[in-house]
């Protein structure tokens, strides 16, 4: 039997490897309600559509040339440095990507240490195979 389809809003069950534009959004909006306690909505000029779409985009942008799990982790970051303001209660994606991108390198260095780590454990695993299987 075939395994059932993960929906890609379903953030916690579905492989990070599959997350696009969707799974990003609904993780961010899980996250402003439970770091700051209001509904998510992206600000900026124009109407709540073209927000969404714009959003959106620049999302699915930072996928392409990042990443999920950097993407993913670079919000997580963002969302722990910033301080609400009354004008601005939360953090949106948008603010994000424009004024605190300097966060993506350290993102990046720290998920590559992970990979890194991942790839010796396996290459050890492996050694470890070769090395039974001699005797």
């Given at each position: ?17 599959k997350?696009n534009?969707?799974t990003i959004?609904?993780?961010?909006i899980?996250l ?8 998510y909505e992206p ?5 709540k559509?073209?927000r969404?779409?714009?959003?959106n ?21 963002c969302?722990e ?5 009354p004008?601005y209660p939360y953090?949106?994606f ?13 993102v990046?260095a ?11 454990k396996q ?13």
């Open positions: 039997m075939a395994d059932a389809k993960v929906s890609t809003k379903d953030w916690r069950n579905l492989p990070i490897e997350w534009t969707t959004r609904t993780y961010l899980h402003t309600e439970e770091k700051f306690g209001v509904t600000t900026g000029a124009g109407s559509n073209q969404w779409i714009r959003e985009a620049m999302i699915k942008q930072a996928i392409v040339n990042y990443g999920a799990a950097e993407l993913k982790r670079f919000i997580e970051i969302i440095k910033y301080t609400p303001k004008q953090m949106t948008t603010f994000a990507w424009s004024y605190m991108r300097e966060n993506m390198p350290v990046q720290e998920i590559e240490k992970e990979r890194a780590k991942e790839r010796r290459e050890a695993a492996k050694s470890t195979e070769i090395d039974e299987g001699f005797f």
